[in-house]
């Protein structure tokens, strides 16, 4: 049984470009969530999704910034012009259930914008 | 909100010395608390984690971590440092949702070991 897989695992944007991150859960997995690490900070809980359904979007950002899980294929963090603060760690958690003590974090995707 | 505080930033111990890491939370209601370890650009693997029952818990690695509830600490050890246990450590707090699963996790600002030969 594969880990959290997420993709790229570094990706470098311009100001105003668009990235798009992946995160393919592990199996029997259908309970995914998106955390942020900016420098020297801890992670930052931004959304947490189930197949189809966004549940708690509180963390995110409410501009240019959206997720989804759809029924078929990887759960995707977009991010829309991208600006330098944008600038991060982005990891994909993913759970059996909606209980988050049996997360399982993938090895994150780096963004840098330039 | 929840919030957790990890005293110092950065914590340099010698090879074979006792390893303390300090978490201390902020909850009015006794959470799940876990302790996460980053090495450098990798993912964060879980050491160990308290839901309920015994306040004291054994992790990977020969890590244990003791839930004190009086002092609202869930602090870090292991008897014996190893070079390989050179990493940045993150304790974590889950949040209790209104639906009444504990999903978000609440993480300090981490702590970065250093072990000395």
């Known amino acids: 049984n594969a880990g959290v897989m997420q993709n790229p695992r570094h990706l470098v944007r311009r100001r105003g470009q668009e990235a798009r991150l992946r995160c393919s859960p592990m199996k029997g997995h259908s309970h995914v969530y998106w955390y942020r690490q900016l420098p020297e900070e801890g992670l930052k809980f931004m959304v947490y999704l189930q197949k189809e359904n966004i549940i708690d979007e509180s963390g995110m950002p409410k501009e240019r910034f959206s997720a989804e899980f759809p029924k078929e294929g990887p759960s995707i963090l977009r991010i829309q012009q991208v600006v330098r603060g944008d600038s991060a760690a982005y990891f994909c958690?993913?759970?059996?259930?909606?209980?988050?003590?049996?997360?399982?974090f993938g090895q994150g995707t780096r963004l840098t914008v330039v | 909100a929840q919030s957790v505080t990890q005293l110092g930033s950065h914590v340099s111990v010698s090879e074979g010395a006792l390893v303390l890491l300090r978490c201390n939370y902020s909850?009015?209601?006794?959470?799940?608390l876990f302790w996460y370890v980053q090495y450098p650009n990798q993912g964060l693997q879980l050491l160990l984690k308290?839901?309920?029952?015994?306040?004291l818990v054994k992790g990977i690695n020969g890590f244990e971590a003791e839930f004190k509830k009086s002092e609202t600490s869930f602090h870090l050890t292991k008897p014996s440092a190893h070079m390989s246990d050179a990493a940045e450590y993150f304790c974590?707090?889950?949040?209790?949702?209104?639906?009444?699963?504990?999903?978000?996790?609440?993480f300090g600002k981490g702590t970065l070991l250093t072990v000395n030969p």
């Open positions: 974590a707090v889950s949040d209790l949702w209104s639906g009444g699963s504990n999903y978000k996790l609440t």
């Open positions: 308290y839901t309920t029952g015994a306040t």
């Open positions: 958690a993913s759970s059996p259930r909606e209980d988050g003590t049996e997360a399982f």
């Open positions: 909850s009015s209601v006794p959470p799940y």
